[in-house]
């Protein structure tokens, strides 16, 4: 069990420096971006167009990079349960005034919620969802919740966020990128301004992290340690479509982003990687004896996750997604 009341008393002293957090990670409501800057306007002239070129790239798109990016959409959507789940960690005060833990997360979630909302317009238009049954797994999405191995504890919650924001950023911008490459322009667009979001919620989320380090350093590597015995699991992890149990979905995305390039097991290791050497876990002293264990199995731990993942091979069938219409 987690030292609660040490946690509390760090996510308290952190608390005082939220309103420099908001100003300095986050933009502000009237200068972001929205999603009707990135979709075609129904009263302009060349909307017909605009419409045309959307459904026309859209039905050249390659099978798995198009799942994949309903499945980055329905991810996004399910935006209520990642909400509700930081407002419960420890430390997190929702009836404070001026700035605190509980205006950070309404923000984060406020810049994040445009995210589905440009994808999912973006879907609908093109004309090739069936988009009953992508709102079907969204529902489930949420109406499953998840439990991504945090409990309530800061540390780990924001070990999670870190990995979590730095994948969502890979897996819009790779989106993006093979996008463009086909001439799709608009998406390309899109799947930018969504990774660029996530990358500096990301490198917000690695900050506080940082931040606590200097604080509990030894408790905060042990909960670092514990997230990645367990393993980073998506958000997304408890997918299903119509008439599959909870879960059933993900294996089947999984692979097909893992074919598509999109996001792979050598991005886990590699953010994994990045995250202990962006926190210079190599490098802190100072800890505990069980904190140096938890240190030493953390910088042995890309290596190992090499060996396993080079012996991992994909599945070549393509699951048949019923968000797809046929």
Same mark, same amino acid.
């Given at each position: 069990? $987690?030292q609660s009341?040490?946690?509390? @008393? !760090? ?5 005082? @420096? ?5 100003d ?5 409501? @009237?200068?972001i971006?929205?999603?009707s800057d ?11 167009y605009?419409?045309? /070129?959307i459904q026309?790239f859209?039905? /050249?798109m390659p099978y798995?990079?198009f ?10 959507e399910?935006l209520p349960? $990642? ?6 960690v ?5 009836e404070?005034? *001026? ?6 997360i ?6 994040e919620?445009r995210?589905g ?8 238009l093109c004309?090739?969802?069936?988009m009953?049954q ?8 949420i109406s499953?919740?998840f439990d ?10 924001f070990?999670y966020?870190? =990995?979590?924001?730095?994948?969502t950023n890979?897996s #819009?911008?790779? !989106?993006?990128?093979?996008a463009?490459?086909?001439?799709n322009g608009?998406?390309?667009k899109?799947?930018? !301004? ?8 990301a490198?917000? $989320? ?7 380090l200097?604080l509990?350093? %030894?408790?905060?590597i042990l909960?670092?340690?514990d ?11 408890m997918?299903?479509?119509s008439?599959q149990?909870? *879960?059933?979905l993900w294996? #089947?995305f999984?692979d ?8 792979t097991?050598?991005?886990y290791i590699?953010?994994?990687k990045?995250?202990?050497d @962006?926190?210079?876990?190599? #490098? ?8 140096e264990?938890a240190?030493e ?5 890309p ?7 080079d012996?991992i091979?994909?599945?070549?069938l393509? =699951?048949q =997604?019923?968000?797809?219409k %046929?």
């Amino acid at each position: 069990m $987690y030292q609660s009341l040490v946690r509390k @008393e !760090v996510m308290g002293i952190l608390e005082k @420096e939220v309103g420099s957090f908001l100003d300095k990670f986050l933009t502000p409501i @009237e200068k972001i971006w929205q999603p009707s800057d990135y979709l075609p306007d129904p009263s302009s002239a060349d909307f017909k167009y605009d419409l045309e /070129e959307i459904q026309t790239f859209a039905r /050249e798109m390659p099978y798995d990079l198009f799942v994949t990016l309903i499945g980055d959409c329905i991810t996004e959507e399910a935006l209520p349960s $990642y909400e509700s789940w930081l407002m419960s960690v420890d430390g997190i005060d929702q009836e404070k005034s *001026g700035p605190s833990w509980a205006s950070w997360i309404r923000s984060w979630t406020a810049e994040e919620n445009r995210h589905g909302d440009l994808l999912g317009k973006y879907l609908y238009l093109c004309g090739r969802v069936n988009m009953r049954q992508m709102e079907i797994t969204t529902q489930y999405l949420i109406s499953d919740g998840f439990d991504i191995g945090t409990s309530m504890d800061p540390y780990r919650n924001f070990v999670y966020t870190s =990995f979590q924001e730095t994948a969502t950023n890979v897996s #819009h911008r790779r !989106v993006g990128t093979l996008a463009k490459q086909t001439g799709n322009g608009k998406l390309a667009k899109m799947c930018g !301004v969504i990774a660029a979001d996530e990358a500096r919620h990301a490198k917000a $989320y690695k900050h506080f992290v940082a931040k606590i380090l200097e604080l509990d350093p %030894s408790e905060m590597i042990l909960a670092f340690e514990d997230m990645m015995r367990k393993k980073i699991v998506m958000p997304a992890h408890m997918m299903r479509q119509s008439g599959q149990a909870a *879960g059933e979905l993900w294996g #089947h995305f999984s692979d097909a982003a893992q074919r598509c390039m999109v996001y792979t097991g050598q991005d886990y290791i590699n953010i994994m990687k990045d995250l202990l050497d @962006e926190w210079k876990i190599e #490098h802190i002293t100072g800890l505990t004896e069980k904190a140096e264990k938890a240190q030493e199995y953390l910088m042995k731990l890309p290596s190992r996750l090499q060996k396993i993942t080079d012996r991992i091979s994909t599945p070549d069938l393509q =699951f048949q =997604f019923n968000w797809v219409k %046929s």
